[in-house]
């Protein structure tokens, strides 16, 4: 066999570079051609090492795996005698060099499909449903197993992350955040050994591996039932919602999708790319890949050529449907061509004389479908397939391919409007599709128009709905626009442009008025749903162009829907294919089996040789709002009663959040100045919205640098630990009553009158102003002896001039400057009460001693009696 495509010569001329590429168990440089990205080089050396042709220091392009691969079919080729060395030779540098050019590549051998089932067999639902039993259970099992090994960590993370005793922390009566996570342990499945060796700091090795979907089972249909919706389309329907069954309507494309094959997966638009012989390159690249498929198999089979990348070629071409039909028509007839040619050499298959009859009609119809066409390539597939079919080695060569991963190891991605790729810096970058670009430019639309609908003006200058004008209205200024501008660049959204870094929260909280968190920040400022819509699309675009109004007639249906597209070039060249094509036809991820059955029955109705269908994969995050019922509390257990310990030392665990509360930037609070021991030392204070401590600052004159430094320090470590949660209480406990110098008499303090050290007069000062300790106040409280000037006591009716307590400069003159404060929340001290007979009466009508005296008269506070008593009835 003789082979003269030209490819390695090429292949010579692609540039290469060395790039650093990260494996499971290092770093490797892979020598690759420039042109391919990161993962297309790590899905190549995933097949390499699929192979078993691993060589990390080998410094041939993709470690030499592919020649290697290569080399071997070459070897297997001479010893079958199928070429000469020499041929082998160049055989094995034209694949190589194919392989090199992106044109073509490998995919890992096997059947399609598990099985065949009946739709008619009685039996047929049991086996149905038990398929669909075992991918739902691999499918929630790899759920379940993913939750529990989370959750057993989430029990380790809650002991790691408390202060206390290590006993209390595994104790989830006293930790309560090891207690929420045990809870959670046990609903995912966990058992009570499992948390309990998570809590000993266990954490779960579990090697937890992507979900590999087992292969899907045929079903044989009748059409006529299918298309009429009988019982067996919702049968059917329910097994095939996650992509477990496909439903074929002829005996031979359920056989051949069971059968074992080798496959390739072909880019179309790679061929075309090269710029020579269109035809020429494309049958050379089949017979290629024919043989190389042939002489991995030891036996005559199925072969499968995934003729891919059509529309990516052909979505600039006028007639893409026809254009498509003449390249599956030249690579189904080479394909048979070379096949014949093995036949001779190796073999043909076993059932040719069942099959040469079909052969030949299905011929026939495949010329008819190309009668007419004058292109060079139509030219030559009609030349091709005028040939009398061989004795061929295969039983069934198809043109359809389903393996993302081949796909990837070409580039090949997703058909939409949005092509994402990777830059020469190594940076993901997005862009209107190659392929639409060309089309839409071919139809003479306006490409930058299209972007702009597609991926936005990233700027709110002349935005619909909200605009610079509309936020200026609502306090924004020049500062915050500008900001919101540099984020609109690379954010996604709006609720991550409106929000904190981007807007500094004291502007969100003093200027807007509204808390950030509190919810979403231009719903929070009465923007409508319809204009924050409107101002999105104008911003992020739409993300697609099903809706662009400037789409040229002759490709606003290409535009609207390039996945459509691309599934009617699939149907067109399915007549070309002896393997049905079972793409699989994505649904909403909620669609019910009763929508499932009545698309398998429009599918029939069109004539579809198979049918696949898959709901698609829901959206991340939450899609339920559930309200917040508490688990019921459980009866205490009583216990038999234990001695009391003679002594028992309790430790509290607290579970703090870690995050900082900052400061407001302009805050209020009070200065004390005071002296100790004759040192001044003066307390500013710092304080929340709410008036709780937030920050201190402690100056003292003629003291030593080291001894002020040192306090300065000790103030703001004080400051840190109050930001983050620390209670006032404990430092108040833990610092009052210290002892040492300077000490003794306090003056210039109402409330404190002497101090053991500086720190007990500070944190007493603090203890009685913020959290009312007033058993930690010493000042005397003698009455005053002002020698017939009174008795020293303020008047309790007397306002109290509110600049006394509120600083001018914090409110701004939001004051009033005649503001006073009223005593009428402060209770005056009770008089003394004066009785003028102490000693208990009987009251002679009823006995009781409760005969108070009235003024003048005496009344029984028990039945109400006022006899006339004498004086000397009271003693």
Not at 614 to 642: D, Q, Y
Request: include cysteine; glycine fraction near 10%.
């Amino acid at each position: 066999m003789r082979f003269q495509s030209g490819f390695a010569v090429r292949a010579e001329r692609v540039a290469m570079e060395t790039r650093a590429v990260e494996r499971p168990a290092s770093v490797q440089p892979v020598l690759a051609p420039a042109g391919w990205s990161d993962a297309q080089i790590e899905a190549w050396l995933d097949w390499v090492e699929a192979a078993g042709f691993a060589t990390p220091m080998s410094g041939d392009w993709l470690n030499g795996g592919v020649d290697a691969w290569v080399e071997r079919l070459a070897a297997t080729g001479v010893t079958e005698g199928v070429f000469d060395r020499a041929e082998s030779a160049v055989f094995a540098a034209e694949l190589s060099g194919a392989f090199k050019l992106g044109l073509a590549a490998p995919t890992g051998s096997g059947p399609v499909a598990a099985g065949v089932v009946d739709l008619n067999d009685p039996g047929s639902g049991a086996t149905l449903r038990t398929h669909s039993g075992k991918r739902a259970a691999a499918r929630l099992g790899a759920q379940a197993a993913q939750a529990l090994a989370e959750a057993l960590a989430g029990v380790a993370d809650a002991v790691d992350r408390c202060e206390g005793p290590r006993g209390d922390c595994g104790d989830p009566s006293r930790n309560p955040a090891l207690g929420r996570a045990a809870a959670l342990a046990r609903r995912c499945g966990a058992s009570d050994a499992d948390i309990l060796r998570a809590v000993d700091g266990e954490r779960p090795a579990m090697a937890l591996e992507p979900t590999v979907e087992g292969a899907p089972l045929v079903a044989m249909a009748d059409r006529t039932q299918i298309a009429a919706g009988a019982p067996e389309t919702l049968l059917a329907a329910e097994a095939a919602l996650d992509g477990g069954l496909i439903v074929a309507f002829d005996p031979r494309d359920a056989e051949t999708a069971t059968a074992a094959m080798g496959r390739a997966v072909i880019d179309l638009g790679a061929v075309l790319a090269l710029g020579g012989d269109a035809a020429a390159d494309l049958a050379g690249l089949t017979r290629l890949l024919t043989v190389a498929l042939d002489l991995q198999e030891a036996s005559p089979g199925v072969i499968a050529l995934g003729l891919d990348g059509l529309l990516e070629a052909l979505a600039a071409d006028d007639d893409r449907t026809a254009r498509a039909q003449t390249f599956a028509g030249l690579v189904a007839a080479t394909a048979a061509q070379t096949s014949a040619e093995l036949a001779s050499v190796r073999g043909l298959c076993p059932d040719w004389d069942d099959l040469k009859g079909a052969a030949a009609v299905t011929q026939t119809a495949r010329r008819d479908l190309l009668k007419g066409e004058t292109h060079p390539i139509a030219m030559a597939a009609s030349k091709a397939l005028a040939v009398a079919p061989k004795a061929r080695r295969h039983s069934a060569i198809g043109l359809f391919v389903e393996d993302a991963e081949a796909r990837l190891r070409l580039g090949l991605g997703r058909i939409a409007a949005v092509d994402v790729f990777q830059t020469a810096d190594g940076e993901i970058g997005r862009r209107l599709n190659p392929a639409l670009a060309a089309a839409l430019s071919a139809a003479g639309g306006d490409i930058e128009a299209a972007e702009r609908w597609t991926f936005g003006r990233r700027t709110l200058v002349e935005a619909p709905g909200i605009d610079h004008t509309a936020l200026r209205t609502l306090g924004f200024t020049d500062i915050e626009l500008a900001a919101i501008e540099n984020a609109l660049a690379w954010a996604e959204d709006f609720d991550t442009v409106f929000a904190a870094p981007v807007l500094d929260p004291g502007f969100i909280r003093d200027v807007l008025g509204v808390e950030d968190g509190d919810g979403l920040l231009l719903t929070l400022l009465g923007v409508s749903e319809e204009a924050e819509t409107a101002a999105t699309r104008w911003v992020f675009g739409h993300g697609d162009l099903s809706d662009w109004p400037e789409a040229p007639a002759s490709v606003a249906a290409l535009l609207a829907d390039p996945a459509a597209a691309a599934a009617n070039l699939r149907r067109a060249i399915e007549p070309f294919s002896d393997l049905a094509d079972i793409a699989v036809e994505p649904m909403d991820w909620r669609t019910t089996s009763a929508q499932a059955a009545r698309l398998l029955s429009q599918g029939a109705l069109d004539g579809r040789r198979a049918i696949r269908l898959s709901r698609t994969a829901p959206p991340a995050g939450p899609l339920l709002s559930l309200p917040n019922i508490e688990a019921a509390r459980a009866e205490p257990v009583r216990e038999a009663p234990r001695p009391a310990p003679t002594e028992r030392v309790v430790e509290r665990v607290i579970e703090r959040e870690r995050a900082r509360r900052k400061l407001p930037d302009r805050r209020k609070g009070y200065i004390q100045k005071a002296a100790v021991g004759g040192h001044k030392v003066y307390i500013h204070t710092g304080e929340y919205e709410d008036g709780e401590l937030g920050e201190i600052f402690i100056d003292m004159h003629k003291e030593g640098a080291a001894f002020r430094s040192l306090m300065n320090n000790f103030a703001i470590a004080i400051s840190i630990g109050l930001q983050y949660g620390v209670p006032l209480d404990e430092f108040v406990d833990a610092f009052v009553f210290t002892r040492f110098e300077p000490a003794g008499r306090v003056t210039g303090n109402d409330s404190i009158k002497s101090a053991t050290s500086i720190l007990d007069y500070i944190f007493r000062e603090l203890g009685v102003s913020y959290l009312d300790r007033n058993e930690l106040a010493n000042a005397g409280t003698d009455d005053l002896n002002a020698d017939g000037l009174g008795d020293g006591k303020p008047d309790a009716n007397a306002a109290v001039p509110a600049a006394r307590f509120i600083s001018k400069g914090f409110a701004r003159g939001s004051a009033p400057d005649n503001l006073v404060v009223l005593p009428f929340g402060k209770k005056a001290e009770p008089e003394p009460r004066h009785v003028a007979n102490s000693e208990a009466v009987a009251c002679p009508a009823c006995g009781d001693f409760s005969l108070q005296q009235r003024g003048a008269a005496w009344v029984c506070d028990t039945c109400g009696a006022a006899p006339a008593l004498k004086g000397g009835d009271q003693g």
